[in-house]
């Protein structure tokens, strides 16, 4: 059972990459899916957070814009499309899962309570050069 980010790497600014949130050993469609990322000396923050019962999405506000959060249900994944990469994403990106979609958009707004989520991945590094 695990919950694996695939999809970083080094880019350019201005590139565009999507980021897969795979579930291992279990299905996704019980669970609201939130992506966070980390960068460089800096503190987790919520990006995105997708409902498992009605697709409802939820956004930081600093992230609309140039991200999008998806699922797919039958690929048993999410995704996040980042578009016009700049040098500040550069970061590990974390997906992170729970039954209550409440409380994923809680913790995508409050990342310090990251321990009330019941998954998270590994993480995918994300290099943006300028």
């Known amino acids: 059972v695990d919950l694996v980010e695939s999809g970083g790497g080094l880019v350019q600014s201005g590139d565009s990459l999507r980021l897969t949130c795979a579930a291992q050993g279990f299905s996704l469609v019980e669970y609201a899916i939130g992506w966070f990322r980390q960068g460089p000396g800096k503190e987790r923050e919520g990006i995105a957070c997708i409902s498992h019962s009605d697709g409802a999405t939820w956004y930081a506000d600093s992230m609309k814009g140039r991200f999008t959060v998806s699922r797919d249900n039958a690929a048993n994944a999410a995704y996040l499309q980042i578009d016009n990469l700049k040098p500040d994403d550069t970061g590990v990106y974390y997906c992170?899962?729970?039954?209550?979609?409440?409380?994923?958009?809680?913790?995508?707004?409050?990342?310090?309570?990251?321990?009330?989520?019941?998954?998270w991945g590994h993480g995918t590094p994300v290099t943006v050069s300028s």
């Open positions: 992170a899962i729970d039954t209550s979609y409440g409380t994923v958009v809680r913790v995508a707004g409050t990342p310090t309570l990251g321990k009330y989520l019941e998954r």
